[in-house]
Structure formats: structure tokens, C-alpha cells
């Protein structure tokens, strides 16, 4: 009977276990909201909520350190100028319907070589609407600073020439809505605007992070630290009044 009585309560406990409260940030569909659950936590970003879209050749998680090996000829490019479309870059990223935050990370590049080799920030939707912020090596004399949007399919590209001596580099993400900035620092306090853009198919859950390519036939890896999330350090406008229409 003492048996009998034993193996009963172990039954509803196991039962209450399968059926306990979910995360407080999770939804039905399993979505986590990976930004609201590090504003709870200090700014700490869960990694084991960030998913890949597409793999890279290698990758390490190891504590607030993330390192990813590219493979050759792997890029995002939609159409403008060059003709081509490019879609295979890994992306590795987290999910949010918070609409005002910032997201920073650190990048180091020290073993890009090869001409396009780059990392960054990104917020990738699907292949035709996505956004990409980084350094792309050119050569040993300068690389490329910039930024990629594209929406509905085409891709632009607004770009500045740096040093190749730098090799790493800060980045800011912010979103206001359907707006977002990103911007660059060399030392992690001081951010300057990159971009400012609307991105038409970011009107709720949005899918965003970091990235590591190699267009051409080249491997290097970057290495990613200090991933935060804040508030949206992108205030908003105190000039000019906003148009009723908009």
C-alpha cells in the first residue's frame, strides 16, 4: 500500500512537471522574446535563444564569446548594379516584437585577409528584406565601413574607406518602430550613425544579430563579444514635428 501511495505522488509530480508555467517570455509557438527577457536580466543575452540561418563552416559559443568560420563564396546581395542574387551567408540571430531597443556587440576581424571577407550586425528577415551593417576587407591598405538595405529585393550599399590597420569594430542596432539606426564605434563608447532606414516588412516580430561572410574564395573566422541589449539609445526626434499623415 506505502508503495502503492509512492508511486502516486511521484505520478502528479511528474505530471505538474510536464504541465508547469512557461517561460514568462515564451508564447504558445515557442517564441521567445529574447529582447524583453535580457532587459530583464541586466542586459545579458540568452545565446541559447539565437538560431542560425544557415550554418557557417564552424562556430564556438563559449561564454559571452562567439566565434564563426566562414566558407568560401558566401554573401547577401539582392540584384542592384552587380545583377546577381546572393543568399547564402550564415546569420546567426534572436527574435523580439519589442519595438524600442538597442543592441551592441563587438566585432573582431584580425584574420579577415581576403578582398570582401566581413562581419557585422543583421537583421534578416527573409532573402529579398534584410539589413547588414560591417567591415569589409578590401585590401592592405583600406576596407570598406558600411552598410546594405534592402527591401522589396534590392540591395544598396552606403560606404566610407577606413584603415586595414583597424580590426575591430562596435555596433549599435536600434529600433523605433519600423525604423532602425545602426552605428559604429572604435571603443565601444562613442557610436556615429551609419544608417538610418524604414524597412517595410519589420512591422512586428524581427529577427536580428550577427553575421560572417566570404564572397569570394577565402575562410577567416570572427570573433564576436560583448552582445548587450539596452534601451533604445536612438532618441527620438526634438526638432521638427512629426507630419499627422505619418
Known amino acids: 500500500m506505502n508503495i502503492k501511495k509512492a508511486l502516486f505522488a511521484m505520478s502528479i509530480c511528474i505530471m505538474a512537471a510536464g504541465c508547469g508555467n512557461p517561460s514568462q517570455n515564451a508564447s504558445e509557438d515557442g517564441f521567445v522574446d529574447s529582447v524583453t527577457e535580457a532587459l530583464q536580466?541586466?542586459?545579458?543575452?540568452?545565446?541559447?535563444n539565437m538560431k542560425w540561418t544557415r550554418t557557417p563552416a564552424a562556430s564556438e559559443v563559449k561564454g559571452d564569446t562567439i566565434t564563426v568560420t566562414t566558407a568560401?563564396?558566401?554573401?547577401?546581395?539582392q540584384r542592384t548594379y552587380y545583377h546577381f542574387r546572393?543568399?547564402?551567408?550564415?546569420?546567426?540571430q534572436m527574435e523580439t516584437s519589442e519595438k524600442y531597443f538597442s543592441f551592441v556587440v563587438k566585432t573582431d576581424f584580425t584574420q579577415s585577409h581576403h578582398r570582401f571577407d566581413q562581419c557585422g550586425i543583421v537583421m534578416y528577415m527573409d532573402s529579398e528584406n534584410w539589413l547588414k551593417g560591417s567591415v569589409e576587407y578590401e585590401n592592405e591598405e583600406f576596407q570598406h565601413l558600411g552598410s546594405v538595405v534592402t527591401n522589396g529585393g534590392y540591395s544598396?550599399?552606403?560606404?566610407?574607406?577606413?584603415?586595414?590597420?583597424?580590426k575591430t569594430m562596435w555596433y549599435r542596432f536600434s529600433r523605433r518602430g519600423d525604423d532602425?539606426?545602426?552605428?559604429?564605434?572604435?571603443?565601444?563608447?562613442?557610436?556615429?550613425?551609419?544608417?538610418?532606414?524604414?524597412?517595410?516588412?519589420?512591422?512586428?516580430?524581427i529577427s536580428?544579430?550577427?553575421?560572417?561572410?566570404?564572397?569570394?574564395?577565402?575562410?577567416f573566422t570572427a570573433v564576436f563579444t560583448d552582445m548587450k541589449i539596452t534601451e533604445c539609445m536612438w532618441k527620438a526626434h526634438d526638432g521638427q514635428q512629426p507630419d499627422e499623415e505619418c
Open 41 to 48: 536580466n541586466n542586459g545579458k543575452i540568452n545565446a541559447d
Open 72 to 77: 568560401p563564396h558566401t554573401d547577401l546581395w
Open 86 to 92: 546572393n543568399d547564402n551567408a550564415p546569420v546567426l
Open 156 to 166: 544598396d550599399w552606403a560606404t566610407t574607406a577606413i584603415g586595414a590597420d583597424v
Open 180 to 205: 532602425f539606426c545602426i552605428e559604429c564605434s572604435t571603443n565601444g563608447k562613442d557610436f556615429s550613425q551609419m544608417r538610418i532606414c524604414h524597412m517595410h516588412a519589420a512591422s512586428d516580430r
Open 208 to 219: 536580428f544579430g550577427i553575421y560572417a561572410c566570404s564572397p569570394e574564395d577565402s575562410s
